[in-house]
């Protein structure tokens, strides 16, 4: 299946609730992180892509119309161009705020997930090594990790096929670019900060 939507912004941009939105729009699924945690029978082929071994980029991920979010995310170069006519979507927001929401959401997950998947987020871990950065627990190296990222998909992606997006810009200008109606309902707004510790078992920050 061909990607229509090739999301390059990574986890805690606002990629859950744009998983919602895509879905909406395009009436099929769309990849996030949280799939693997559904279906663990994926694992294997990102594991074969993240230890550099050869994988068929035009038919990841199998049974998706769109992606965002990490893992498909450290893997826009390859994915854009498996897929050249997909609009690449980047979201974005401020560094600083990026990272205090992933320092106390995401980053947590390699000490808290289950045991079943303790395996994958070492992987993971070796994927940020990577393709980002791994000091979780410094904010200036995984703050420049972040602006290194983002600046790297707007000096590769033509800007006729890069949307950049932040929460606030909501449907309209992800509508414009896939030439769809616009839904008359507010977007889609999923998986905040105490939500997703919530979810984890851990205590609200405020």
């Not at 995310?73 to 498996?82: G, Y």
């Not at 987020?121 to 420049?144: I, W």
Request: proline share 9%; glycine share 6%.
């Amino acid at each position: 299946m061909t990607l229509k939507v090739v999301g390059a912004g990574v986890g805690r941009t606002g990629t859950n609730s744009l998983k919602l939105a895509l879905e909406q729009l395009t009436g099929a699924p769309c990849h996030h992180m949280f799939e693997l945690f559904k279906d663990p029978s994926q694992i294997a082929v990102w594991t074969d892509a993240i230890e550099g071994r050869p994988v068929d980029w035009s038919t990841m991920p199998a049974g998706y119309d769109t992606l965002v979010d990490w893992p498909g995310a450290s893997f826009w170069p390859e994915l854009s161009a498996a897929n050249p006519d997909a609009l690449v979507l980047l979201s974005v927001r401020e560094p600083e705020d990026w990272y205090r929401s992933a320092s106390n959401t995401i980053f947590l997950v390699f000490d808290n997930a289950p045991p079943e998947m303790q395996p994958w987020f070492e992987t993971v871990r070796g994927l940020l090594a990577e393709r980002f950065c791994s000091d979780l627990d410094d904010p200036t190296a995984m703050m420049d990790a972040f602006v290194r990222h983002n600046d790297a998909v707007r000096r590769a992606i033509p800007s006729e096929r890069l949307l950049e997006w932040t929460a606030t810009d909501g449907w309209d200008p992800i509508c414009e670019r896939l030439g769809v109606d616009v839904p008359d309902e507010a977007f889609p707004k999923s998986n905040d900060t105490n939500q997703w510790r919530a979810d984890l078992g851990l205590p609200p920050v405020s």
